[in-house]
């Protein structure tokens, strides 16, 4: 599997070429439409966010402390890894800079409808800031099966991904098979030998660009440089059947009638929103 780079295709080659196969891909220059394009730098939010905090590894830090954290961050000693603010919640006011939030790509996207922003469903807008040497902590998929576009807005992001059928040689953990036992950045092979067969694929995501990931798609990400990015996520009726299911899981570790709640407001939210 390759991952292509994209300029600016439509939404009709988009679906046909890589969301309906769901292939990752990268776009050039889809959050041109955002305000947020570049605008974020770590002095920009010095200037105006400087004081809000967020917590990072059970420590708070200010937006200043994390700029200055990750712009002294090397490969030997890095900053904490990821920092990240929930954008709606602790930084609202840019949420009119990511608009539209589904750069005219991530199209139909029933999270974006009111019956889904009630409650939480798995889906988050956030900002991530990370310095060189920073990992994400773990090869994951993201949860409730839904697709992943992450922003580069700032800095170089190295991803990896993997193609889809080598679950096995992944290892998921057995009671969260949404995350890899393996460290795939110092595997043990002697633990892990399955791994020895898969085949990661490592690509860098610049300042400007846009990944896609398509739900059900194993990755991790490191950071090459001073970065900031804004993720969010995507529903439709692609992905609906494996959201449901993800639904049932993990409301049934809350109880029965849970479960039961809030499957059923999903499957009629899927209606709704379909029609």
Not at 200 to 221: D, M, Q, R, Y
Request: glycine letters at 6%.
């Amino acid at each position: 599997m390759e991952i292509q780079k994209v300029g600016d295709i439509s939404h009709k080659q988009f679906m046909e070429e890589f969301y309906l196969p769901g292939k990752p891909c990268v776009f050039k220059s889809a959050s041109k439409v955002w305000k947020a394009n570049g605008t974020f730098t770590p002095n920009w939010f010095r200037k105006h966010y400087p004081d809000v905090p967020t917590e990072v590894k059970g420590k708070t830090y200010t937006m200043s402390q994390i700029m200055d954290m990750v712009e002294n961050s090397t490969e030997a000693s890095p900053a904490p890894y990821p920092c990240v603010y929930h954008i709606p919640t602790q930084l609202p006011a840019l949420m009119d800079m990511l608009k539209p939030l589904n750069m005219n790509y991530a199209v139909p996207n029933w999270l974006e409808h009111s019956w889904f922003q009630r409650g939480y469903w798995g889906s988050a807008t956030e900002m991530f800031i990370g310095g060189p040497g920073g990992k994400f902590p773990y090869l994951h998929l993201d949860y409730y099966h839904l697709n992943a576009w992450i922003n580069q807005l700032y800095g170089d992001k190295q991803f990896i991904v993997f193609p889809k059928g080598q679950e096995d040689m992944l290892y998921p953990k057995p009671d969260d098979p949404w995350h890899s036992e393996l460290d795939i950045f110092n595997p043990d092979f002697t633990k892990y030998p399955k791994y020895k067969d898969a085949t990661p694929i490592k690509f860098v995501v610049h300042a400007g660009e846009s990944l896609f990931i398509p739900a059900g798609t194993w990755h991790t990400a490191y950071s090459l440089s001073p970065t900031i990015s804004v993720a969010f996520d995507q529903l439709n009726e692609k992905n609906f059947k494996a959201f449901l299911k993800d639904v049932w899981v993990f409301k049934r570790r809350e109880g029965l009638a849970k479960a039961i709640g809030a499957y059923t407001y999903a499957w009629m939210g899927g209606i709704v929103c379909n029609k």
